[in-house]
């Protein structure tokens, strides 16, 4: 055996048989792979054919339900039928006997109706009777109305007379709803605070009023209280007013007027004074028309003016100033300088109670006046308390000054002789002479002690008529003063939290109103001392708590238990207030200057000064020493702190 070959053809023949082997594997995989596709298109279908089967099994079973369904279905229809043919037979059995029903019934109708039409006769009859004497009993009920309506009138006639010839302070009242801010949230966290907001005051009348008070261990009873008019809760601003405008007219008749609102923090008393839009002052309102919730300032402007248009005796001219008393110093909220300047009161000859330089600006309608109203409310104080989140700090009062020319022929006496003539500074006051008009919108008028005012110039003529002794034509003025006073509210300490400034302020605010108590009290029980001059609130408000003025007093309440405390108090005010007699009112009349008898109002300053001086008691030495030295000395007629004995 040659191996050199066998060994190649064997491999050879290996390498065939590998070879045929492989492709026997290759056919198989192949074969496999196609078993497998196959494999799963079967096991495809057999899933469709289980799909199917489900689905029909389903058909089949809501076929069968929808067929048990129409069973009972069927069922029912049978019974229903069955139930119909059952009424049929009834409702033939009533058709048969409702006509017999129908004639019996109608004849009963038919006796029924002649029963009750003989009874409507008799009713008829006795009807016309009744009417006839309700008609009488109208009748004399609307006399009776009628009659009591005359003596309510004249119950009223009487009693504002009797109250001119005793000359008693007016006492209103009103009592304000409740409202978001008497809930803070301490009082939602207290126990208590259903207690605290039970509203004890209730309005029984238009006179009258009582206070559920009630004290630790004491049973609960009620205090009346009676004023000359008592608001309810649901009165608006209109009916308030109505009440105060008659005084309006006694204003130009020749009377003082004043108006102040008086009560705690948070009761009112700025709402019931402007009103809604001019009460809030963080913001100047544009908006100057009428509205339903203007309150008396704006309302009695307007008032005014048109009495004014009315009257045609005289010419009337208005000026305004507008102060509050804040610390007990008062401040001009007109002026440029508000706060940089104290201002002191001084006694005028006649009597009243002046401020020098005080800004007053002439106005010619009630806009003109809202709006300097509004534009000092912007620099009056107010701070947040827990009381009442814009508590005012201050007194407020708007002074409306009316000035009535008269003109009259007066007959002058010569004084060319006299050794005392006008000083010629005041003898030309053409400058002065005029409409108001030359000093309105943006020039104030100043008043001061050492300097003429516009009435005593109207009142003095022209040297050249005092010495020729001839009759002359001057105008006879007539000044008279509404005052609108919006007073600070009385304040406890624990309940508002005030600390620092306004813990001051508080204190400034109580004492103040303690002396306009005070002040009242004196004159109730007829004291030959009144302390006007114990605060310079009363002090300023002299003339028209003790003087010839009208007052109205508005007391203006809390409803609340938790106020109740403050509310007595308030009302105890104004009961006391009420007890003020001054006497019969006086009018005041038209001052004519007869040349030399006026020379009094008309004395140049020096000749003032040294009047001042010799009333004081203090010499031309004394106020020599007095400069030299450095020293000062006490302002003559002035304001000084408490009222001297």
């Known amino acids: 055996m040659d191996l050199g070959h066998f060994i190649p053809d064997k491999i050879k023949e290996c390498d065939r048989r590998i070879q045929a082997k492989d492709e026997r594997i290759t056919f198989l995989e ?36 929808s067929h048990a369904l129409m ?66 009993l109208e009748g004399k009920l609307l006399d009776a109305e009628e009659c009591l309506g005359k003596e309510k009138r004249r119950r009223k006639e009487l009693h504002n007379t009797l109250v001119e010839l005793r000359g008693n ?66 009165d608006s601003q209109v009916a308030v007013f109505e009440e105060v405008q008659p005084l309006l007219t006694s204003l130009l008749d020749g009377y003082n007027v004043c108006i102040m609102a008086y009560g705690q923090t948070g ?11 001019y009460s809030d002052l963080s913001q ?18 307007r008032e005014l003016f048109r009495l004014i248009s009315e009257k045609v005796d005289a010419v009337r001219t208005v ?8 610390n007990n110093d008062i401040r001009d909220l007109l002026a440029s300088n508000v706060g940089d300047v104290k201002r002191d009161i001084f006694t005028a000859d006649d009597g009243s109670m002046e401020i020098p330089s005080l800004t007053q600006r002439p106005v010619d309608c009630a806009a003109e006046v809202i709006d300097l109203v509004q534009y000092g409310m912007l620099h009056r104080h107010e701070d947040a308390t ?8 201050s007194h407020l009062v708007v002074t409306l000054t009316v000035s009535a020319h008269e003109e009259v022929a007066l007959s002058t006496p010569d004084v060319s002789r006299m050794g005392s003539p006008l000083p010629e500074a005041w003898q030309d006051d053409s400058q002065y002479r005029g409409s108001p008009a030359s000093f309105r919108h943006g020039t104030p008028v100043h008043r001061s002690l050492s ?70 009290t004196a004159l109730a029980e007829n004291r030959s001392h009144v302390p006007y001059r114990n605060s310079r609130l009363t002090h300023l408000l002299q003339d028209t708590i003790g003087g010839d003025a009208k007052l109205l007093v508005l007391c203006c309440v809390s409803p609340t238990q938790k106020y109740v405390t403050e509310t007595l108090q308030c009302l105890g005010f104004g009961s006391r207030a009420r007890q003020v007699q001054r006497g019969p009112i006086r009018k005041k009349t038209p001052q004519h200057s007869s040349g030399i008898g006026d020379q009094s109002r008309v004395s140049s300053p020096s000749l003032r000064r040294s009047r001042h001086s010799a009333s004081g008691n203090v010499s031309q030495l004394d106020l020599h020493q007095a400069k030299s030295s450095g020293r000062r000395l006490p302002r003559p007629r002035s304001y000084h702190g408490a009222e001297r004995s």
């Open 319 to 326: 000026e305004v100033s507008v102060v509050e008393v804040y």
């Open 267 to 277: 009761s009112g008393k700025t709402y019931s004074m402007l009103g809604g839009q």
């Open 71 to 136: 069973i009972e279905s069927l069922a029912d229809v049978y019974k229903q039928v069955k139930d119909t043919k059952k009424d049929l037979e009834q409702l033939r059995e009533t058709a048969y006997l409702m006509p017999q029903w129908i004639q019996e019934t109608s004849s009963w109708a038919r006796r029924q109706a002649d029963i009750i039409h003989n009874d409507m006769l008799l009713k008829t009859m006795d009807f016309k009777d009744l009417q006839a004497r309700v008609g009488e």
């Open 30 to 65: 192949t074969e496999n792979a196609m078993l497998y596709l196959r494999l799963a298109q079967v096991q495809d279908e057999l899933c469709r054919s289980r799909d199917v089967q489900n689905i029909t099994k389903n058909d089949a079973e809501l076929a069968h339900a």
């Open 169 to 234: 302070i007016r006492v209103h009242c009103r009592a304000r709803p409740i409202l978001h801010f008497d809930v803070n949230n301490a009082d939602i966290r207290a126990s208590r605070s259903s207690a605290q907001m039970q509203e004890v005051v209730h309005v029984l009348d238009d006179e009258t009023l009582s206070v559920k008070h009630s004290r630790s261990g004491q049973a609960a009873s009620n205090r009346v209280f009676e004023f000359e008019r008592v608001y309810h809760q649901q």
């Open 386 to 393: 827990l009381v009442h989140a814009h508590s005012s700090r």
């Open 451 to 520: 300097q003429p005012s516009l009435s005593s110039l109207a009142r003095t003529s022209s040297p050249a008529s005092v010495r020729s002794g001839t009759p002359v034509a001057r105008s006879g003025v007539v000044k008279t003063k509404l005052q609108l006073v919006d007073l600070a509210g009385s304040e406890c300490v624990g309940m508002s939290g005030v600390t620092g400034s306004a813990l001051r302020e508080t204190s400034f605010i109580n004492r103040s109103l303690s002396a306009l108590a005070d002040v009242l």
């Open 284 to 301: 100047r309102s544009h908006n100057l028309e009428a509205d339903t919730s203007d309150g008396l300032i704006p309302r009695a402007t």
